[in-house]
């Protein structure tokens, strides 16, 4: 049986060794592969040097091989090994050092002696390898030689774009990013969870939103995003999510907007609320990834996160820990799901009136018993009723729906009987 | 000594026994017993098939007798010794039929064995019978005999209307039913606290509302009430109360309007919060009467409910236990009680302006003590001050009253002598 | 080392003794004293009879001596003594009488045996002498001779006004009264700590607001002051702060402004939460100083308090117990010092904006680290960040420093360096 956790986490398999970075040949890679499941998705790109606010375009990074050969000769911190060993935008170098000047360019975590760290340098040239503080406890003195063939070079930023349009122009954005090397929870579980989410929306009848699905780079490529598309993304988005950390079993969460109480808060709520066992609710405070650049000041997009382990949370986080076994099918399958859910609703999320003062006689259309009898059951009944008692034009479905304690989702069968019924109608 | 609660339980005895439904002789008998004690009260009819809305006006429905005869020849579920072991608008039918075929037909509660159930099919033509479990449990295979004399024509709905004038067309609604068979806290305690209220309000000088007191058949009712007059009620009521449920004496309840923040809900919160020991709070989701109709979308009066034990919540609601011992002299004096004050308090609940700026000096008007000496007790000098420190012209009576939590009766003698003394004015 | 707490405590030791009352030459005295410490004051006068509102200036008092001579020939209640001993505004009288009589104006609190209550009767004539209840359960039957050589006679109020202009015409005012004889935390605390307040202030460079501080008879001067000058306050005053009981040391404490949600009340709050241990909030309705007039309706200033030991709430007030041992430099220096914070505080609290949508690239400015690497203490960079990511233009530095969890104070350094890298700018 066709499993979509199992079709994710065999694309994250596919995609976990790749290198990527803010730009370069991974990214590409990257995006390569999505299109082959999402032909409609166009690669742009963006030349170094690009001005985007207050942000310049870096230059791109291709890398060839790294490692250091130890006095005794062993290779350490090898690229080709694992390529969380170098440190992203390291500069090029050849070079002999004692060990107390390596030790200046070297990352460990002495509280996880275990694990590789993710450390990056973008915006200053310089140079540096990760590895286990196991590893580094373990280096004698001596001269180490140091080999980085590397290059920064004026070339691109690359991100991919994803439109399924719909029935009107009010758009819904789901945004991810292709920046990390191999981390599978923050960094794969996003353009994998993403790619899923637009099969799925594609397969939608009767789309009311257009639907925008972002590949970026983090920060940067967000920020030359919206630089381009300020005033579009203004006019007609109407709700978008940050997909990051939608890998793991361990927890679902929510991160606010700025403004926090925009349309994608009510509806990721509404939907965690009801469709999960139970979630975290992280404030705009705690936030960490593009919803830094989507709810800035003068953006001001209603943009929010719906994850399961958020990023920082989880001791794996940005090391290498974080990696396939982090991440399951069932953890992948659990965030599409709420995803999925959410965008549902919002579909439906429309502001509903009924047509005539009073109760409408449901008796007559079989929508309520005929014989008054307080023995029956009469919970179908009353949701339905509790609807129309509130359906009076000033509030969306999801309105209704907290006001009666019910899901939005399971209202959705009776929006359809009423509308059927022409005992409602939707005012927007 | 007069008693209002024993003149009130002595009414109630007087209309128990009358078979009411929603439509014929019954409801007409019990208007009639009202307009004796109320001469105001007028009597509407509006004819079957009249359209209101999305309802029609049902088949006028009289009853000469029903009962069924046992196989051993005893009569069982006389209709003349109970009124309420017929269903409501049964059809006519004389037949004989086995045990089996009349079980689908009767009706009776496992779990309160001697109660006998109150069940109507007013909108689909049907008949039965309603019995004690222990009864129906007792019964014999064999041929039974069922005799129902009873007829549905083309006739009338009745309902009556009493209209006491005030200085203003502003309107205050009391609503309460007349379509119960013998049923006392929930149909007999709304009808007879209504009436005495009504007597009281007559006697009330310098009325500032006009009330309007309606005694509807139930749903139908109010919906050809709303029908016929929804623009006036839209213009002028400023508050409403569906008086039912108001004769026993085990709880004090509120049920909230569809908007939960009307007059008529601030009012009635801050009544039972002041003048009685404990109250139980509905939203409107446990809604079960008139409200339903008066609160809907496209009428949306202010409209809620002040009760004794709420319809639903205790175990003799809709059966013939339900019957005069639920019911006492002071229950539904307490109910009485709460009404008119929540009354009294609409009526000086008016916006009220101190006349200067800076406290006024109410030494000089022997208002406030000359010597300042912190061993008096300046509380009522402190409830006046209080009064007047909030008496910005922005606030009614109620606002100020929970300010400074004092309740709004005990500071209408303070308002008199205010204005008397000409420190304040009334803004509306 | 010059210490503010002793320079107040010094100043407070000179002006205890002096006989304040509502009129006369110890408000003059008093103001006097201050004068030399503040030359910018300037003394008004207003004639009695004067019509203030709904108010009267009453006669000047003065008093040259008083005293009771006891049947044995002892001297009691004597002026010169303790000028409580004096009922305030007692008429002249030279007469005996029997004890029996002279009880009926005398003053004692059984239950604080040892102290001297403070008594009044500004507005009815009358005489009366206060003592201790053990002095009082002391006399003799016998006749006394009652001494008061007083005067009231058509003269002058008396109040001093001290402004500190600034860059604008917005004003913020400091309130506080000379009007109460030899007590300390509820009188003298009072217009000391404003005294070195408006020192401070004079120090400060580029001041936003207007200072006006006011050194009053209570309640009628504040009445006359707000009579003469509503239009003005009016227009200009932002926020102003009642400056009285701010010399003990075991509480600090707020009273809010009738309107509840003035600038005042929200530097207040925020400044006492981030700036004490312990705060406690009192509601207008526990009020007692001149905010009765300042926040009265049709005045309705933004006037709160803040305070140490509120009036009312500590044993001592308005007795002889409230002496120079009850407050200290300590104690008036807490209060001088959370009071000058919260005008630092109203001096920033101005709205600002981030310049560029997207978050600014800090790295390049040297305001963010290059390596991103979580082994690194981010939480000076995420002040800031936060600081820049609520910065929309809507919110003022409280608001902001709320949201964001930090004092406003600590964020004035990190406005300081965005507004110097034009990151940021000022809206109002």
């Known amino acids: 049986m066709f499993d979509i956790g ?7 398999k596919a995609l976990f060794p790749i290198n990527r970075s803010l730009t370069g040949d991974g990214v590409r890679e990257t995006l390569n592969y999505i299109k082959r499941v999402l ?26 091989q790294a490692y250091i050969i130890c006095p005794d000769g062993e290779k350490l911190c090898d690229f080709e090994k694992c390529n969380l060993h170098l440190m992203g935008y390291s500069t090029p170098i050849d070079t002999v050092m004692p060990l107390a000047e390596l ?12 694990a590789i760290p993710y450390v990056t340098s973008y915006y200053k040239e310089n140079w540096g390898f990760c590895l286990t503080h196991e590893q580094r406890e373990s280096l004698k003195e001596g001269d180490y030689h140091i080999v980085i063939k590397s ?16 029935r009107t122009e009010k758009e819904i954005l789901l945004s991810t990013y292709v920046c990390h090397p191999s981390m599978a929870n923050n960094e794969l579980s996003g353009p994998i969870v993403s790619t899923a989410l637009a099969e799925a929306i594609k397969s939608m009848d009767n789309r009311e939103y257009t639907y925008r699905i972002l590949f970026l780079p983090e920060t940067i490529g967000s920020i030359v995003y919206i630089n381009k598309h300020l005033e579009r993304l203004k006019k ?13 079993e361990r927890d679902y969460s929510y991160l606010s ?26 404030s705009f405070l705690d936030r960490g990834s593009d919803e ?3 709810c800035s000041p003068g953006v001001d997009l209603p943009v929010c996160s719906i994850m399961r382990s958020k990023y920082g949370t989880f001791p794996e986080y940005h090391t290498s820990l974080d990696n396939l076994s982090l991440i399951t099918p069932s953890g992948l399958k659990g965030a599409y799901d709420v995803l999925l859910t959410a ?19 449901l008796g007559k259309r079989g929508l309520y018993p005929n014989t008054s009898d307080m023995q029956q059951d009469y919970s179908d009944v009353r949701r339905m009723t509790n609807f129309l008692a509130y359906a009076d034009g000033t509030k969306d479905l999801i309105d209704i729906a907290e006001k009666i304690g019910e899901s939005a989702l399971s209202l959705i069968p009776i929006i359809e009987k009423l509308l059927a019924s022409n005992l409602i109608e939707r005012l927007d």
């Open 151 to 166: 290059a920064l070079f004026d070339g691109v930023l690359n991100y991919g774009e994803v439109i399924i349009p719909g």
């Open 39 to 64: 032909p409609e998705l166009t690669m742009h790109q963006v030349p170094s040097g690009t001005q985007a606010f207050d942000w310049t375009v870096p230059k791109e990074w291709s890398i060839e």
């Open 6 to 12: 199992e079709l994710m986490y065999e694309r994250a």
């Open 343 to 361: 965008i549902k609703v919002i579909e439906f999320n429309r502001v509903y009136k009924v047509k005539t003062p009073c109760e409408p006689q």
């Open 236 to 248: 007609h988005l109407k709700a978008g999510f940050i997909v990051t950390c939608v890998g793991d």
């Open 292 to 294: 830094r650049q989507f």
């Open 103 to 114: 030790q200046k360019h070297l990352y460990s975590i002495p509280s996880l002696p275990k």
């Open 257 to 282: 907007s700025r403004q926090e109480d925009t349309l994608a808060d009510k509806v990721a709520m509404h939907t965690l609320k009801h469709h999960t066992d139970n979630y975290t609710t992280y």
